[in-house]
């Protein structure tokens, strides 16, 4: 290589990286990025303090890699770039042909924690107390996984907390892994699809005595809304992976329900579907409006009244569990910091069922809350 010519390759890199740099300088900075779905950061304020103590220039290399320019397109090629070399995992996510499944890693702490914060809300409630661990994509297509792919064995922990003391299991994986070979996980999302909320509805309603009442799944009409076959989930703005299809999400049981929501400490009028949700990124918001600490769907022709302590999976399920009970309560105890054995007591509640995914439940640390009496 002649010096000339290093002297041009030099120069023109110099060009392009100072192409990039006016490029961002005259770009307007963005405040969130739908593809990944999260709030972007922004140029840091300046102090001495923080120069001295490295977090301005963290704060700077943060805000440069955001707002670089085309950033979207240059993650999607990267993960392209990093396929064609052969890797399956990107940031935590396998890529399995046409589906991406999150890796499941091995809880550091908090597992006896948690199962141990449910047995004491039993302890703490003359109610039945019910524990429906739903196992993940991870877990249920296992045999999916990139061969050598490591992941948490799920079905060893969902055993031992059908043997908690005092509380009553829903078997979820049983009635999922018999169903494996349909699309009851989005495949590009980590919740379970509105076909898998059914097949856990019925495991549910089957713990809870009433097994009789869960309606054949060709018993509902299955409605895709506008922009509801657009969903491109959590996993996909994750890995970077943007070249999978969107999937289809599918609304199965009619509005109808008296629905009120709890979002800012105040009881608003709210419905099964959010459908302007639909518009947005977090297209699977649709269902109860996405998340919130405490919401009460009532059916007057229903019989009973239940409380799910509950995480996201939950959206999908409550509209299925509507159709049968007079009252439903969501309690989220990401949102809802006050006792849920004195909630459940003081509206006449008659069971308690906390439905959590599995890698949801090990993480958790406001699963403490449940400890609380009142």
Not at 147 to 171: C, H, K, M, N, T
Not at 216 to 242: C, I, K, M, N, W
Not at 243 to 261: A, K, N, R
Request: with cysteine; net charge negative; glycine share 8%.
């Amino acid at each position: 290589m002649t010096t000339r010519y290093s002297r041009f390759l030099a120069a023109l890199f110099c060009l392009f990286l100072g192409g990039l740099l006016v490029w961002h300088v005259l770009l307007p900075d963005r405040d969130r990025s739908e593809v990944e779905n999260r709030t972007l950061n922004q140029f840091p304020a300046f102090s001495w303090e923080r120069l001295r103590d490295g977090s301005f220039t963290e704060g700077v290399e943060s805000y440069f890699a955001d707002q670089f320019p085309l950033r979207d397109q240059w993650t999607g090629l990267k993960a392209r770039t990093e396929q064609f070399l052969g890797k399956r995992e990107f940031k935590g996510v396998y890529l399995c042909g046409d589906t991406l499944i999150s890796k499941t890693e091995p809880p550091r702490d908090g597992l006896e924690k948690n199962l141990s914060y449910v047995a004491r809300l039993a302890e703490g409630t003359e109610l039945p107390v019910y524990l429906g661990l739903i196992p993940s994509a991870s877990e249920i297509w296992r045999d999916r996984l990139p061969e050598g792919a490591e992941s948490w064995d799920q079905a060893a922990f969902i055993a031992q907390a059908a043997e908690l003391e005092g509380v009553r299991p829903v078997d979820f994986l049983p009635a999922l892994s018999a169903r494996a070979g349909e699309d009851i996980f989005y495949r590009a999302d980590h919740h379970w699809t509105t076909l898998g909320a059914y097949y856990g509805y019925a495991a549910l309603m089957e713990a809870l005595g009433r097994g009789e009442e869960v309606l054949e799944a060709g018993a509902f009409q299955r409605q895709v809304y506008p922009h509801a076959d657009e969903f491109q989930g959590t996993l996909y703005s994750q890995s970077g992976v943007h070249w999978l299809p969107p999937d289809t999400i599918e609304f199965w049981v009619e509005d109808g329900f008296e629905v009120t929501s709890w979002r800012e400490g105040t009881p608003e009028a709210s419905a099964l579907y959010d459908l302007s949700k639909l518009q947005t990124k977090d297209k699977y918001s649709a269902f109860l409006g996405g998340n919130q600490p405490l919401c009460i769907l009532r059916n007057p022709e229903g019989k009973g009244k239940l409380l799910v302590i509950r995480d996201s999976y939950s959206d999908a399920l409550a509209p299925f569990l509507a159709l049968h009970f007079e009252e439903v309560h969501l309690l989220d105890p990401r949102y809802y910091r006050y006792s849920a054995a004195k909630y459940a007591r003081d509206n006449g509640l008659e069971a308690i069922a906390v439905v959590y995914s599995v890698p949801n439940f090990i993480t958790d640390r406001n699963l403490v809350l449940l400890t609380q009496k009142g």
